[in-house]
Each structure stands twice: as structure tokens, then as C-alpha cells.
């Protein structure tokens, strides 16, 4: 089923322990549009300044990702991120934030977009996402990603979107701040009673909790050995995810379940080199063969 990802479209500069790579290409929709390309065709919405390179977009495009919805603001710059991850690999520290296209950003789909039954809200703000939502009327699954600074500056229209959501995608830290609660559990719970149907609250290297009326259940993450670069994984966790769906053109439980460890195993393979570097060389079958490994350490 069609599936439609709105987000950023990025430059990132990483600082790791051990390298650096400068103005490589980032952002959450395109982590999550190239993950999902895997499972089935993506359609992508998001803004670029004229400095974005055609090269990029046709990387996208190689993927089969339609870009019709990519807008291009003439004079203007692309967002731009600068971070530095400390020798743990989990903090970061932002180093530059620079909004530029970004900061005035307000999507107007393509008629064909329109028209998605899937629909994925990449990191950004409540009021966009309640406007995109009045122009996909017809979606059939609706999930969301959001960070701390708009569950502090846009509590209200957050509170807007969970209501219209099927499904919620958050860290661990973004659960205790939008609930009050110090438990993960109590958290995830608390999230869910505000609306969406499901919460997915990512715990990093520690895998991630699923909560929904019926049912509450944890899937760990890959033991992945070398981790390079974990900017992203978050964004391929969600495309892997919503991709699965997509091919399976359903949420059912069982289905979800299997979506979650998809989008495990895709985050576990970005993490492996920078940017888009370890996913441009990754195929569906080591990703099935990861799912082999993924299933055998769960049984017992």
C-alpha cells in the first residue's frame, strides 16, 4: 500500500571518537524513506535549499522513492545539524542547529499524495502535522515521531495531534517528559491514554517497548558489535517499521510484532557506517538473514 513520509531533508556533520564526516546527507525523512524503500515504495515530502545536490536526489530516487513532494526554495539553504557523540555512543551533544528552509516549512502535497493509506509524521512540529493530517483524509494508519522541544514549546498542539494518531513513535527520555512518569512502563501507558492507539518508545541500544490496550511487550535490540554512526537509527527504526506494514498492507498484532523487529534490524545496519553508507550496501537478504539470527537468539 502507498506509503507517505513527511520530514526533514538534511545536512548532518558528525563527530564520533574516532572520525568525522562533514555536510553528509541526513535527515528523518530520508533515513526513513530509504529503510522503507525495502519493503515497498516510498513517497516523500519534505524542503531543500538550492544548495542540495541533484546527486542526492537521485539516490533517493534509485531506491524507488518518489520525490515529487520535495520542495526546493530558490536562494535559500538546507537544514543543517552538527553533532558530536560521546565515547559511549549514546549521548550526543548538538553542536549547530541551523532551521533554514525548515523554520518556514508548510507542506502542500501533491494531489497522488493525498491519496496515502499509510502515513508517516517524521520529527517535527504539532502544527505542521495537523496540517498535513487535513490533507490526507483518507489515510487507514497514522504514526507520529516527536522530540522534547516541541513536547515542551508545543504541548498544546501536541496533545491536538495524539488525538488523531493511530500510533506513536518516541524515545525513552521524550516518554518520561511527555508523561511525568519516571517508569518506563507507567510512561508508556500514560502516552497511550492521550490518545494513539499504540506507542512505540525507543530505548536506544536496549531495544524498545511496545504499549497498546491490549498488550505491553519489549523486543530487544540487535547486538550489533561495531556501532560507527548511530545518527539515524531512530528514523530507520520507524521506516523498517511503517515499510513492513506497508508491504503487508495491514496493522493487525501479529503483523505489528513483526514490523517492530524489522525496524530493529534496520536500525542495527545503520548504525554500522555513516549517513546512508552501511544501507546503500545492504540487500533484503541480509536483512531476512538478520531476521533468522533476530529470531533464534529470542527463542528459548
Known sequence: MSLLVIGSVAFDSIETPSAVREQVLG?????FSYTASYFTPVWLSGVVGEDFPQEHVRLLQSRGIDTAGLQVVPGAKTFYWRGRYRPNMNDRDTLDLQMNVMGQYDPILPEKYRSCKFLFLANGSPQTHL????Q???ASLVVADTMDHYIRNEPEDLRKLLKKIDGLVIND??????SGEENLVQAGQAVRAMGPRFVVVKKGEHGALFFSQFETYVLPAFPTPQVVDPTGAGDSFAGGMMGYLARQGDFQPKTLKEALAYGTLAASFTVEDFSLDRLKR???EELDQRMVEYKRMLSF
Open 131 to 134: 496540517r498535513i493530517l487535513e
Open 136 to 138: 490526507c483524509p483518507g
Open 27 to 31: 535527515g528523518s525523512a530520508v533515513y
Open 173 to 178: 527520555g521524550e516518554a518520561r517528559l511527555l
Open 282 to 284: 545492504l540487500t533484503l
